[in-house]
């Protein structure tokens, strides 16, 4: 513990081997502080605090963070539970973490005091406060209402076991015991049956959908396989005699289409037209290009003559910057007088600012003057008042009590304090003083404004003066302005002159391109006559063509048209031949293919569509393949039917096990049961016990859930247990808490482990028989060395004879605890 409650310093409180204890010292010391630690690490709460909002209790004074960690062991398990707390700025108190870890075997504890992180500890089973609640369960095995009425007992509520109502008991015991694992079977056995019949439903679906799937179709489906590979073997027969009418009918109609290519190609030889003008093109078009050479040469030379005209007629550049001094002397002329101006203006605003702020300064010395006199004035009227002050109490004859002359007549007390108006004319003096030293600031900064400003204007005047001087000894040694807008009016116009020039030189040239083209051109249209003529030649070199004429290109393609007209006339009967022997060869080949056709037919399929041989034995193979895969599915779907029946017959039978399962156990028979044995294994217990310590007066007793004890020193009468005294309730309430955790431990199964109680209640109640049958019983029960038992007392004689006692002492900082014993 760490800032947590009373303990400010780090506190480490070790009950290692410590299997019967007690938490002793003063009241307020903080004994129940350490099992509000033990409640506060693992819950979140204390049960004094009053729920969660409490949570601002766990800091202690004036602290800002509270750290709790707990190593505890839970069924063979070790787990260490860590929570802190934070206030912040605005003084609210929150969970700033929480977190909930398997240790690994052998860990030393030790190093939890080094501050290590909680990602060090071992295995994260919760790592935030809404993490911690279920975690906490799983590892603990009771909420925290069923903790702290079982294992840790606070003050104040030793006895809600006692006076709980039945149902609030019962399921203390449920979750003790376990119980609530028979209702998850119930509830997995109903889950069970829904889903057998949910499954039925499906498998019924699938026999039904497997109807056709019978021994006898099996047989017929095999029966037709075996007809369809009869038919593939045959057509693979036959498919070689197709396969050579077809090479035979193919041969015949390359022969004709030969024939037929000779006449296109012969037919085809057409002289193209215009081949006439192709030549004078060529020639009409080299003398314009010619021409336009000429003229290139000739706006050449023209562009020529006047670039060296222009050169001779001087520099523009430096004629403009000539014209441009006259230009800005002018300008320089017209601005002197307007700097003049402003000089003077700026003159007479400064000697006026200076004078205006002589006068302020004036002022203010005539104020502080004045205001030095009603400071003085101030202090003579606090003369005359203090005189005036002791005139109230002189009488003619006393003797003055400054100079000590008697008195012989007392002057009249003023009606009104001297220091008073002193005091008002001296503020008005102030005021004055304040007011004309502020005017007096105000006018001495214009001054200097103006003075400024003044001496700013002088020196732009200056500058000018000095610029204007420049520009007209610039401008003596330079020619006139209309001698200068002359020369640049005659260098504009040669300017003009070379630029048509370049205009004509690029005219020209661009004529020269464009008939260069046109050469071009016409050229290229001879070349590709040629060529084509070319072309249609070498395709019908196989005939044997006449030679060409290369200097004519009309001849030569007239002889060659002539010629080729010839010889497609001779090739006509050879085509007639030709086409008579592919029809021949046609017939031939349906015939084979009708054959086979014929086959598919008779097999009782129908014919293929295909007519090539490959498509032939394709069509009869994926019948054979489509009749082994009928075959085969049926086979499958046969044997899927029989599995669909033994699964049905099997969910029959899980599906009436689990439907009587959920039964029997719906009605709560065997929990009520269940909890009937438990209650009265408990009572039994708890009655010995309480027998032990009452001298044999009392012994427990249950009715429908209800606690009642038996008075044997009253005839045996039954009283219920809120008519017990205070002493007598907690005899009874430790009796039932001591039962809890010795008679319950050998039931549970693995919802709680109960191995340890911790009791803080009222043994200053109990008279001294009684504390002793109560050590004893104690005693007895931690000796047994199964049970870790604490008790948190301030009663001397208990605590003494307990072998284990943690001291617990506060001092003005924080609490200690100390262990003294064993």
Same mark, same amino acid.
């Not at 019924?204 to 029966?223: I, P």
């Not at 289409?257 to 080299?286: H, I, K, T, Y």
């Given at each position: 513990?760490?800032?947590?409650?009373?303990?400010?310093?780090?506190?480490?409180?070790?009950?290692?081997?410590?299997?019967?204890?007690?938490?002793?010292?003063?009241?307020?010391?903080?004994?129940?502080?350490?099992?509000?630690?033990?409640?506060?690490?693992?819950?979140?709460?204390?049960?004094?605090?009053?729920?969660?909002?409490?949570?601002?209790?766990?800091?202690?004074?004036?602290?800002?963070?509270?750290?709790?960690?707990?190593?505890? *062991?839970?069924?063979?398990?070790?787990?260490?539970?860590?929570?802190?707390?934070?206030?912040?700025?605005?003084?609210?108190?929150?969970?700033?973490?929480?977190?909930?870890?398997?240790?690994?075997?052998?860990?030393?504890?030790?190093?939890?005091?080094?501050?290590?992180?909680?990602?060090?500890?071992?295995?994260?089973?919760?790592?935030?406060?809404?993490?911690?609640?279920?975690?906490?369960?799983?590892?603990?095995?009771?909420?925290?209402?069923?903790?702290?009425?079982?294992?840790?007992?606070?003050?104040?509520?030793?006895?809600?076991?006692?006076?709980?109502?039945?149902?609030?008991?019962?399921?203390?015991?449920?979750?003790?015991?376990?119980?609530?694992?028979?209702?998850?079977?119930?509830?997995?056995?109903?889950?069970?049956?829904?889903?057998?019949?949910?499954?039925?439903?499906?498998?019924?679906?699938?026999?039904?959908?497997?109807?056709?799937?019978?021994?006898?179709?099996?047989?017929?489906?095999?029966?037709?396989?075996?007809?369809?590979?009869?038919?593939?073997?045959?057509?693979?027969?036959?498919?070689?005699?197709?396969?050579?009418?077809?090479?035979?009918?193919?041969?015949?109609?390359?022969?004709?289409?030969?024939?037929?290519?000779?006449?296109?190609?012969?037919?085809?030889?057409?002289?193209?037209?215009?081949?006439?003008?192709?030549?004078?093109?060529?020639?009409?078009?080299?003398?314009?290009?010619?021409?336009?050479?000429?003229?290139?040469?000739?706006?050449?030379?023209?562009?020529?003559?006047?670039?060296?005209?222009?050169?001779?007629?001087?520099?523009?550049?430096?004629?403009?910057?000539?014209?441009?001094?006259?230009?800005?002397?002018?300008?320089?002329?017209?601005?002197?007088?307007?700097?003049?101006?402003?000089?003077?203006?700026?003159?007479?605003?400064?000697?006026?600012?200076?004078?205006?702020?002589?006068?302020?300064?004036?002022?203010?010395?005539?104020?502080?003057?004045?205001?030095?006199?009603?400071?003085?004035?101030?202090?003579?009227?606090?003369?005359?008042?203090?005189?005036?002050?002791?005139?109230?109490?002189?009488?003619?004859?006393?003797?003055?009590?400054?100079? *000590?002359?008697?008195?012989?007549?007392?002057?009249?007390?003023?009606?009104?304090?001297?220091?008073?108006?002193?005091?008002?004319?001296?503020?008005?003096?102030?005021?004055?003083?304040?007011?004309?030293?502020?005017?007096?600031?105000?006018?001495?900064?214009?001054?200097?404004?103006?003075?400024?400003?003044?001496?700013?204007?002088?020196?732009?005047?200056?500058?000018?003066?000095?610029?204007?001087?420049?520009?007209?000894?610039?401008?003596?040694?330079?020619?006139?302005?209309?001698?200068?807008?002359?020369?640049?009016?005659?260098?504009?116009?040669?300017?003009?002159?070379?630029?048509?020039?370049?205009?004509?030189?690029?005219?020209?040239?661009?004529?020269?391109?464009?008939?260069?083209?046109?050469?071009?051109?016409?050229?290229?249209?001879?070349?590709?006559?040629?060529?084509?003529?070319?072309?249609?030649?070498?395709?019908?070199?196989?005939?044997?063509?006449?030679?060409?004429?290369?200097?004519?290109?009309?001849?030569?393609?007239?002889?060659?048209?002539?010629?080729?007209?010839?010889?497609?006339?001779?090739?006509?009967?050879?085509?007639?031949?030709?086409?008579?022997?592919?029809?021949?060869?046609?017939?031939?080949?349906?015939?084979?293919?009708?054959?086979?056709?014929?086959?598919?037919?008779?097999?009782?399929?129908?014919?293929?569509?295909?007519?090539?041989?490959?498509?032939?034995?394709?069509?009869?193979?994926?019948?054979? *393949?489509?009749?082994?895969?009928?075959?085969?599915?049926?086979?499958?779907?046969?044997?899927?039917?029989?599995?669909?029946?033994?699964?049905?017959?099997?969910?029959?039978?899980?599906?009436?096990?689990?439907?009587?399962?959920?039964?029997?156990?719906?009605?709560?028979?065997?929990?009520?049961?269940?909890?009937?044995?438990?209650?009265?294994?408990?009572?039994?217990?708890?009655?010995?016990?309480?027998?032990?310590?009452?001298?044999?007066?009392?012994?427990?007793?249950?009715?429908?859930?209800?606690?009642?004890?038996?008075?044997?020193?009253?005839?045996?009468?039954?009283?219920?247990?809120?008519?017990?005294?205070?002493?007598?309730?907690?005899?009874?309430?430790?009796?039932?808490?001591?039962?809890?955790?010795?008679?319950?431990?050998?039931?549970?199964?693995?919802?709680?482990?109960?191995?340890?109680?911790?009791?803080?209640?009222?043994?200053?109640?109990?008279?001294?028989?009684?504390?002793?049958?109560?050590?004893?019983?104690?005693?007895?029960?931690?000796?047994?060395?199964?049970?870790?038992?604490?008790?948190?007392?301030?009663?001397?004689?208990?605590?003494?004879?307990?072998?284990?006692?943690?001291?617990?002492?506060?001092?003005?900082?924080?609490?200690?605890?100390?262990?003294?014993?064993?």
């Amino acid at each position: 513990m760490a800032g947590f409650t009373v303990f400010r310093d780090q506190t480490t409180v070790d009950f290692t081997d410590a299997d019967y204890f007690a938490l002793v010292g003063p009241t307020g010391s903080g004994k129940s502080t350490v099992l509000d630690a033990i409640c506060f690490a693992l819950y979140g709460t204390v049960p004094r605090w009053g729920g969660t909002r409490g949570i601002g209790n766990a800091l202690a004074p004036s602290a800002a963070e509270a750290r709790v960690r707990l190593v505890f *062991e839970s069924a063979g398990d070790r787990f260490v539970a860590t929570r802190v707390v934070r206030r912040d700025g605005r003084g609210n108190v929150k969970t700033a973490g929480a977190g909930l870890q398997l240790m690994p075997p052998g860990f030393d504890v030790t190093k939890l005091d080094t501050g290590m992180g909680l990602e060090d500890l071992g295995e994260v089973l919760a790592g935030t406060p809404a993490e911690m609640d279920a975690a906490v369960l799983d590892a603990v095995g009771l909420p925290y209402e069923q903790f702290t009425s079982c294992v840790v007992l606070p003050q104040g509520q030793f006895a809600d076991f006692l006076h709980a109502k039945p149902a609030t008991r019962q399921q203390i015991l449920v979750n003790l015991l376990g119980l609530h694992v028979y209702e998850e079977v119930q509830v997995k056995a109903a889950e069970r049956g829904k889903g057998a019949e949910a499954k039925l439903t499906v498998v019924e679906q699938q026999l039904g959908a497997l109807e056709d799937a019978t021994d006898e179709a099996v047989e017929q489906a095999a029966a037709h396989f075996e007809r369809m590979r009869e038919l593939t073997a045959a057509v693979e027969a036959a498919v070689p005699g197709l396969r050579s009418a077809r090479e035979a009918e193919v041969a015949a109609s390359e022969a004709r289409d030969a024939v037929d290519a000779e006449l296109a190609a012969l037919g085809s030889v057409r002289a193209p037209e215009g081949l006439s003008e192709a030549a004078g093109a060529v020639s009409a078009a080299r003398a314009a290009a010619d021409r336009a050479t000429d003229e290139v040469h000739a706006a050449e030379e023209a562009e020529e003559k006047v670039r060296g005209e222009l050169a001779a007629a001087g520099d523009p550049g430096q004629l403009r910057v000539a014209l441009d001094r006259h230009t800005e002397l002018t300008r320089l002329i017209e601005q002197e007088e307007w700097f003049a101006g402003k000089v003077s203006v700026a003159d007479v605003e400064h000697r006026d600012a200076l004078a205006a702020a002589e006068l302020a300064q004036a002022q203010h010395m005539g104020a502080q003057q004045l205001l030095e006199q009603a400071r003085q004035d101030y202090r003579d009227a606090q003369q005359r008042d203090r005189a005036a002050a002791l005139r109230g109490h002189l009488s003619a004859g006393d003797a003055c009590p400054v100079c *000590e002359q008697t008195v012989t007549a007392v002057p009249e007390v003023p009606r009104e304090s001297a220091v008073r108006l002193a005091e008002q004319a001296g503020n008005v003096a102030k005021q004055e003083a304040e007011s004309a030293q502020a005017r007096w600031r105000e006018r001495d900064a214009v001054a200097r404004n103006a003075a400024f400003d003044l001496e700013r204007k002088r020196g732009q005047y200056e500058h000018h003066l000095t610029r204007l001087a420049e520009v007209r000894k610039a401008v003596e040694a330079l020619p006139g302005v209309e001698a200068l807008q002359q020369r640049l009016a005659e260098l504009g116009a040669l300017q003009r002159g070379l630029e048509s020039a370049g205009a004509a030189v690029r005219a020209a040239r661009e004529a020269q391109r464009k008939a260069h083209t046109v050469v071009k051109a016409a050229e290229e249209r001879q070349r590709a006559a040629w060529r084509t003529f070319d072309v249609v030649r070498d395709g019908l070199a196989r005939f044997g063509p006449p030679p060409a004429d290369r200097d004519d290109l009309a001849g030569a393609w007239r002889a060659l048209v002539d010629w080729a007209s010839g010889e497609h006339a001779a090739r006509q009967a050879a085509r007639v031949a030709a086409e008579s022997a592919v029809a021949a060869a046609h017939q031939q080949t349906v015939r084979a293919r009708a054959d086979i056709v014929d086959l598919f037919t008779a097999a009782g399929v129908a014919g293929p569509s295909s007519a090539d041989e490959a498509g032939l034995i394709r069509a009869a193979a994926v019948t054979a *393949e489509r009749a082994e895969a009928a075959w085969r599915r049926l086979t499958e779907r046969r044997a899927e039917a029989l599995a669909a029946i033994e699964q049905r017959d099997a969910l029959l039978r899980a599906s009436r096990v689990a439907k009587s399962l959920a039964g029997h156990l719906r009605a709560n028979n065997f929990e009520r049961w269940l909890l009937e044995e438990a209650l009265d294994l408990l009572v039994d217990g708890a009655s010995r016990i309480l027998r032990e310590l009452t001298g044999g007066q009392y012994e427990l007793m249950h009715e429908k859930g209800e606690f009642f004890v038996v008075d044997h020193h009253d005839a045996g009468l039954r009283r219920g247990v809120r008519t017990l005294s205070g002493g007598e309730t907690f005899q009874a309430s430790l009796a039932l808490a001591l039962a809890l955790s010795e008679q319950l431990a050998g039931m549970s199964t693995t919802a709680a482990s109960l191995e340890s109680i911790v009791l803080d209640e009222g043994f200053g109640t109990l008279d001294a028989a009684t504390l002793d049958v109560v050590a004893a019983t104690l005693e007895n029960l931690a000796a047994r060395g199964d049970r870790m038992v604490g008790l948190v007392t301030h009663v001397h004689a208990l605590a003494e004879r307990v072998p284990v006692r943690f001291e617990v002492h506060k001092d003005a900082r924080t609490a200690h605890v100390e262990r003294v014993g064993l």
